[in-house]
């Protein structure tokens, strides 16, 4: 419990602090959809006309602060159900997604390689090769790329983690950029500070890294993806880079005045059915971080008995425990485990049917 208390402590402070930053000098514009965001004492304040969000007024002469309230019943309307054939075609990137995740794509456990490694194939069957050498990158990105068994880039600087693919058939590089670590306050400040307007060091950093690649390898088109937070910095980089285009899931929504430039034409989204940040689900990062995409999510069906394999394997992955014990395994909610990377994985193989070996 104190261990807990503590890191709700820390994520306040983190809060805290990030809204009390100065002024981002992009409020100034009233572009559309901006035109309804004006500042006043350096709080945001959102007219009811823009029905996508409501956001409640801070007081500028109260100490105390109140977190944002959100019009959830109107925010996700705008969804589909992702099709069979959309789930297959997007594959790939889930996969990549969830690599990103990880510290390394490999396992001393024979049976968790076996699994990874048939993954491997069928991203290598598709034309995908992941980055192993420093040298394809670009110079100044070199020294942070891990060429060990690691295969990934680590910002010495910022929060940013990615994995890169190359793919000669269709001539695409793909960037794969990992969410929010929850034991890296920098990272945890990031995705606060995109719900709310502020670019955060880590959407800079992979912005740049994009635009480098891109510059070098002027033959490829670049795509982005990512999950959670990842999701949300694929989407700042793309809105702020010509000819790329992002595929998320289970994507944090960035603050609006961040959003512009996105369309169907450079972004989709999919997530899982009753996870944490879409669907208005009454989950706590739900309620206080997220804001509406801008296309039309797509929802990739859950049924009981999928939810029970996925709350499994949540817990498989975390070998048998429970972050926070015993009271945190009979507490965390469905929303939080469908938010997860891996359901993300677990639900798009379940409707490829492609019966692959667990890997959790």
Not at 111 to 140: C, H, W
Not at 226 to 231: A, E, M, R, V
Not at 255 to 267: E, G, R, V
Request: aromatic share 10%.
């Amino acid at each position: 419990m104190r261990s807990t208390l503590i890191t709700i402590a820390a994520f306040t402070l983190v809060a805290v602090s990030t809204l009390t930053q100065a002024e981002p000098t992009h409020l100034d514009s009233k572009s559309d959809p901006v035109e309804y965001v004006s500042s006043d004492n350096l709080y945001y304040h959102v007219e009811p006309k823009l029905d996508a969000i409501n956001f409640s007024v801070f007081s500028d002469t109260d100490t105390s602060y109140k977190l944002w309230n959100h019009n959830y019943k109107n925010n996700y309307n705008n969804t589909a159900i992702a099709t069979t054939e959309e789930m297959e075609k997007l594959y790939p990137y889930a996969l990549i997604s969830y690599f990103s995740e990880m510290h390394k794509v490999d396992s001393s456990n024979l049976n968790k390689k076996e699994a990874l490694n048939a993954r491997v194939d069928i991203l290598a069957a598709s034309g995908y090769q992941s980055f192993t050498q420093k040298s394809e990158l670009p110079s100044m990105w070199q020294k942070d790329f891990k060429e060990d068994v690691r295969q990934r880039y680590i910002s010495s600087k910022t929060a940013l983690q990615a994995r890169l693919y190359k793919n000669t058939q269709n001539k695409t590089i793909t960037i794969a950029i990992a969410g929010t670590n929850f034991k890296s306050p920098t990272s945890i400040g990031s995705a606060i500070s995109l719900a709310h307007g502020y670019v955060s060091g880590t959407a800079s950093e992979a912005l740049q890294l994009t635009q480098d690649i891109q510059k070098e390898n002027p033959e490829y088109r670049i795509i982005l993806t990512g999950s959670s937070q990842g999701g949300a910095i694929a989407q700042y980089v793309v809105a702020n880079t010509a000819e790329t285009t992002a595929v998320v899931f289970n994507s944090l929504g960035l603050h609006p005045s961040l959003a512009t430039n996105l369309t169907d034409n450079n972004l989709t989204h999919l997530f899982v059915e009753g996870e944490a940040l879409s669907e208005g689900t009454y989950h706590m990062a739900g309620q206080y971080i997220q804001n509406v995409l801008p296309v039309q999510g797509k929802m990739m069906p859950v049924s009981d008995a999928l939810s029970s394999i996925i709350t499994n394997q949540y817990f498989n992955a975390q070998n048998g425990k429970s972050l926070g014990g015993w009271m945190s395994f009979n507490t965390t909610s469905t929303s939080f485990i469908h938010h997860w990377s891996g359901a993300i994985l677990e639900t798009i193989e379940h409707h490829n049917q492609l019966n692959l070996q667990s890997i959790f």
